[in-house]
């Protein structure tokens, strides 16, 4: 991955990886309170990968010949993924662990481009990605962790 467009292109892939993934994850869910926020999380991702389209649209200046160094995105990507049904601990655990790789991703990507706006973009979603996992944690220390 070398340009702009690239690094776009794979951070909108991952958004979209990350909604289908929290949709998943709503449908299997045991509770309503479950699903509805696997599902408002999954909006949220969508979201995110709308940002990233409308910059790569052109709707903020910036340079596709801008070139980047290899990242090892692998590095970042989240192996563990839940199979059949899943409880709330082990799916707050895997949001949390795939929140962090998100924050981490973004800040490193934010820390390769020259281009302010999009170093600017990325420092945004990686803050959001960071209030989706304290969300998490917070919820994990309220709902698993008192019951221990």
């Known amino acids: 991955?070398?340009?702009?467009?690239?690094?776009?292109?794979?951070?909108?892939?991952?958004?979209?990886?990350?909604?289908?993934?929290?949709?998943?994850?709503?449908?299997?869910?045991?509770?309503?309170?479950?699903?509805?926020?696997?599902?408002?999380?999954?909006?949220?991702?969508?979201?995110?990968?709308?940002?990233l389209k409308s910059v790569k649209k052109g709707e903020k200046l910036l340079s596709s010949e801008q070139q980047v160094q290899d990242l090892k995105i692998s590095d970042y990507l989240v192996d563990v993924e839940p199979a059949g049904d899943i409880s709330l601990q082990d799916a707050m655990i895997v949001a949390m662990k795939r929140e962090k790789a998100a924050y981490r991703l973004y800040s490193d990507l934010a820390s390769k481009v020259d281009d302010p706006d999009v170093k600017d973009l990325f420092l945004g979603l990686a803050q959001e990605e960071a209030k989706h996992k304290l969300y998490f944690e917070t919820q994990y220390d309220d709902q698993i962790l008192r019951d221990n």
């Open 1 to 51: 991955m070398n340009s702009v467009d690239e690094i776009l292109d794979f951070a909108i892939e991952r958004e979209q990886a990350a909604a289908d993934f929290y949709q998943d994850l709503a449908e299997r869910a045991s509770s309503a309170w479950m699903k509805d926020m696997l599902l408002s999380f999954s909006k949220e991702e969508m979201r995110h990968k709308g940002k």
